[in-house]
């Protein structure tokens, strides 16, 4: 069984779009620290959150998050 880890593009889409995290915080309603802890991977977001993300950048879920299957050393 592997390690599943949640990755993002969530930086490479505000780069695209030339946003700041503050700015898409406000557009979808959460503070800057939210995007940021998102976006860094220190914070896994609920699928409300998630969804509006990608409805932000009008992209599907999966193109802003994927899983990043590893596999497990220790098994």
């Known amino acids: 069984m592997g390690n599943n880890e949640l990755i993002n593009t969530i ?22 620290k939210t995007i940021n802890t998102v976006e860094t991977g220190k914070f896994i977001p609920s699928t409300v959150l998630a969804l509006k993300i990608a409805r932000y950048f009008e992209v599907p879920v999966e193109k802003i998050f994927q899983l990043n299957e590893t596999p497990n050393l220790y098994t």
Do not use: D, F, N, P
Request: hydrophobic fraction near 45%; charge should be positive.
């Open 11 to 32: 930086k490479v889409y505000r780069a695209m779009k030339g946003i700041s995290q503050e700015e898409l915080a406000a557009a979808i309603g959460v503070t800057r």
